[in-house]
């Protein structure tokens, strides 16, 4: 067994960290997190530590993609707002669909009047993969202080650009602006159990465990050009949001959105 693989064992053995009992051998077509060998993590000291050790400090980042490749969730515009035929607005007696209206000029009017949005990914519940020049770093928080994370162990086939997936958001061009950073050190934002209990986890069959000393809300990777990674999760989902040198939310221009989107806008659902 590598020095590595038996540091990351030995810590999981010590701090009683669950896991599914995967072992990496992803049989499946699809992603199963069960098959996923990384542990679950609830405390921050215990997150800092786990990522110190398995070598996220310090990393450049070459790339970011997501499991599965699709994201509708940016800032507060859902693709289906940019698509026609994506709004379902009800079921004929016939059994034909009747779509909201949709007008392209008015769509683009709109985006236009909004002229920013947060640089906030929402709605994920896939891992999140980081592609260094130390490895490929895989992180999952979707579930209320439950932080799944490991290192080159989930198949790049599972977070391959998908064009079958056409009506989404681009995670590696949504994450480009992050390449060639470097990660320089994290830092969690705790809570209260009360807190952690009141938004979702369990949905793996692992559940808060109640007399820890504090809880993950939030974590964030500090980056070398002052910019911040945060990590957060909203019941059942995760997010990411991007901050800039001096704390505030970064902004994408809502004129720029089909820089980011796998299909222009206007394009007609299929």
């Not at 810590?11 to 199963?32: A, V, Y």
């Not at 009506?167 to 480009?176: G, P």
């Not at 807190?195 to 809880?215: H, M």
């Amino acid at each position: 067994m590598k020095v590595y693989e038996q540091r990351v064992k030995d810590f999981i053995s010590l701090n009683n960290l669950q896991t599914l009992g995967g072992t990496d051998t992803f049989d499946s077509k699809e992603f199963n997190g069960r098959e996923w060998s990384a542990p679950f993590i609830q405390q921050p000291s215990v997150l800092k530590e786990f990522i110190k050790i398995i070598g996220l400090i310090d990393a450049e980042i070459k790339e970011i993609a997501i499991v599965e490749d699709s994201i509708g969730h940016l800032g507060n515009i859902h693709v289906s707002s940019l698509y026609p035929n994506m709004c379902v607005k009800r079921i004929k007696p016939s059994g034909e669909y009747e779509y909201e209206p949709w007008d392209y000029d008015e769509v683009i009017a709109w985006l236009n009047n909004k002229g920013y949005i947060d640089y906030d990914i929402s709605w994920i519940d896939t891992p999140v993969i980081l592609l260094t020049d130390k490895g490929k770093f895989e992180i999952d928080f979707s579930e209320s202080s439950s932080v799944r994370m490991s290192k080159d162990c989930i198949p790049e086939k599972y977070y391959q650009s998908d064009d079958s997936i056409k009506y989404s958001y681009d995670s590696r061009k949504l994450l480009a602006c992050l390449k060639g950073d470097i990660i320089e050190d994290v830092s969690v934002e705790e809570c209260s159990y009360s807190a952690a209990d009141n938004d979702f986890t369990g949905s793996w069959g692992i559940y808060l465990e109640e007399n820890l000393q504090s809880y993950i809300s939030k974590f964030a990777l500090h980056l070398q050009s002052g910019r911040k990674m945060v990590f957060y999760n909203d019941y059942d989902w995760g997010g990411i949001y991007l901050l800039d040198k001096k704390g505030e939310r970064m902004k994408i221009a809502t004129n720029d959105l089909n820089n980011y989107l796998k299909t222009p806008i206007g394009t007609a659902y299929e």
